[in-house]
């Protein structure tokens, strides 16, 4: 046959993939339910139905979610299977906006920060009078970390047998900084109290006792705990975040013992906002002006402010500078 002796009768089209226009119209899931995540495991989160920590369901994250990132502390919204039973699966179709961020980044100069806990009202900062022995670094760093994110501070020293707190208390005065004691023969009162119906989140070095206090706090938790190296430095026994609920109300969220708090992610102007009357005076500064003071900023607005003010100036200057040198 030539080519005049085809017709339409002699040509086949075969149907393939794409034929169908493929609609972008997602169904809005008005049964979905609200949740919080409290375990994030190898792409599989555990959520509290209505924050119920008796109804927990596992959820995978939806496919037109694509790779928004969802963190213990979470807002989010599930649908499919919330029975909650063994080998049961839903969907996290939503993720809320979040009211506060922890984050933090490898190292100063990795660009990437990594969200640790979302929507935190506050930040207990664990440390150990000795053995491990304190740093200072780690709490100015927490602080500044804190701040930028819109938690409130906590400042909680353990092992108190082995060495006084009030040296180590007193180099954070100035910055109206919540401190509290939690040494093994301490009562834990006073910071149950401050844990009420909040979701606070808990950072510090490995073998400062944190997995210790989470023991005592919520004693059906059993977190693993270590011991501190012969080179002072602790063995991680927390190897993911979990939010663990209280008996009253609240959630507290043990994370992992951390060795660096990276700070890439904020500028010096982000520490000051935190401060209402600082953020207001910094307005007044010029373009460039770090908030140091003399002799890097000499015309810095900071050094006009006087009384209770100035010590927050001078405390916080003190974090920039520490935040600076690293």
């Known amino acids: 046959m030539n080519e005049n002796d085809y017709d339409e009768s002699d040509v086949r089209v075969r149907p393939g993939?794409?034929?169908?226009?493929?609609?972008?119209?997602?169904?809005?899931h008005l049964d979905a339910q609200?949740?919080?995540?409290?375990?994030?495991?190898?792409?599989r989160w555990g959520c509290a139905l209505g924050g119920d920590p008796q109804r927990v369901v596992t959820a995978m994250r939806a496919r037109e979610l694509g790779r928004t990132p969802i963190v213990v502390g979470d807002e989010v919204d599930v649908v499919g299977d919330l029975s909650g039973r063994p080998d049961t699966l839903a969907r996290i179709v939503r993720r809320g906006e979040r009211r506060t961020v922890l984050r933090r980044t490898a190292d100063d100069t990795d660009p990437t920060?990594?969200?640790l806990v979302a929507n935190a009202d506050q930040?207990?900062?664990v440390v150990a009078l000795a053995d491990p022995p304190p740093?200072?670094?780690?709490?100015?760093?927490?602080l500044i970390a804190a701040y930028v994110g819109g938690l409130e501070p906590i400042l909680c020293l353990t092992k108190t047998d082995l060495a006084p707190p009030e040296p180590f208390a007193a180099q954070f005065a100035g910055l109206d900084l919540t401190v509290v004691t939690a040494g093994r023969s301490d009562d834990l009162a006073v910071v149950d109290d401050l844990l009420?119906?909040?979701?606070?989140?808990?950072v510090g070095h490995s073998g400062v006792g944190k997995s210790t206090m989470v023991?005592?706090?919520?004693?059906?938790?059993?977190r693993a705990v270590g011991v501190v190296s012969g080179v002072g430095k602790g063995r991680h026994t927390s190897t993911q975040s979990v939010a663990l609920p209280l008996h009253d109300s609240g959630w507290v969220v043990d994370t992992p013992g951390i060795r660096s708090f990276g700070l890439a992610h904020i500028a010096p102007a982000d520490v000051m906002m935190a401060f209402s009357d600082l953020a207001e005076a910094i307005e007044k500064c010029p373009r460039?002006?770090?908030?140091?003071?003399?002799p890097s900023d000499p015309d810095c607005a900071l050094d006009e402010l006087t009384g209770h003010t100035a010590d927050r100036v001078a405390a916080t200057r003190r974090l920039l500078t520490a935040m600076a040198a690293d």
């Open 215 to 222: 023991n005592r706090l919520v004693p059906e938790a059993g």
């Open 113 to 115: 920060e990594r969200v």
């Open 288 to 294: 460039g002006c770090g908030h140091l003071g003399p």
């Open 34 to 43: 609200a949740a919080m995540v409290v375990t994030v495991d190898r792409g």
């Open 196 to 202: 009420v119906g909040k979701l606070t989140v808990l």
């Open 17 to 28: 993939r794409g034929s169908r226009p493929r609609t972008k119209t997602r169904p809005e």
């Open 123 to 125: 930040l207990l900062m």
């Open 135 to 142: 740093r200072t670094g780690f709490v100015e760093r927490s």
